[in-house]
């Protein structure tokens, strides 16, 4: 079975399908327990994890037909970190996430790649609604959605897990 997986560019990123080439960029983030700090609840993965990552990323394109991209640079083709959209079975919506290598925070990727996934959810998959589900001390995601033009959801939102939407209205 051929899997497809499409590329999604923005002006300095592309989102690419996850590979095994990637690993020790992705060890390198999953391994990372500031980057992890605010990611169910600070766990990091060794490098079989971080494997087990672009596995389970690969196989949510297979079985949904959208994923985790891996995040790269155009203009120097490095990986710089993952994002996409998932949903695994008994979730109530699709959820919008975004990692990026710490050695690339500040430059704005988060929010362009999240945008780029974004759109693909909203525009091709055609889902009705989108959430980001973000703990309330991780502000810089919580920026980023913003950015996304994403709203906090109240009625989801707990002391532990602030939600943001955005619907397909709304985009």
Do not use: C
Request: glycine share 10%; net charge negative.
């Amino acid at each position: 079975m051929q899997l497809h997986i499409p590329v999604l560019q923005t002006d300095r990123l592309e989102l690419v399908a996850p590979a095994e080439s990637h690993l020790d960029v992705y060890a390198a983030m999953y391994g990372d327990p500031e980057l992890m700090a605010h990611i169910r609840g600070g766990q990091t993965f060794d490098r079989a994890g971080s494997w087990n990552k672009i596995a389970v990323a690969l196989g949510h394109f297979l079985l949904r037909g959208y994923g985790l991209w891996s995040v790269r640079e155009r203009a120097s083709g490095e990986i710089v970190g993952q994002a996409g959209l998932i949903n695994p079975t008994g979730y109530p919506a699709m959820e919008i996430g975004w990692l990026i290598h710490r050695d690339y925070w500040g430059r704005g990727y988060a929010s362009e790649a999240g945008q780029a996934a974004l759109s693909y959810a909203l525009e091709v998959v055609q889902v009705a609604r989108v959430e980001a589900h973000i703990e309330p001390a991780n502000l810089a995601s919580l920026a980023v959605a913003r950015k996304l033009g994403m709203v906090v959801d109240g009625l989801a939102s707990s002391p532990t897990m602030t939600i943001l939407e955005k619907t397909r209205s709304a985009a």
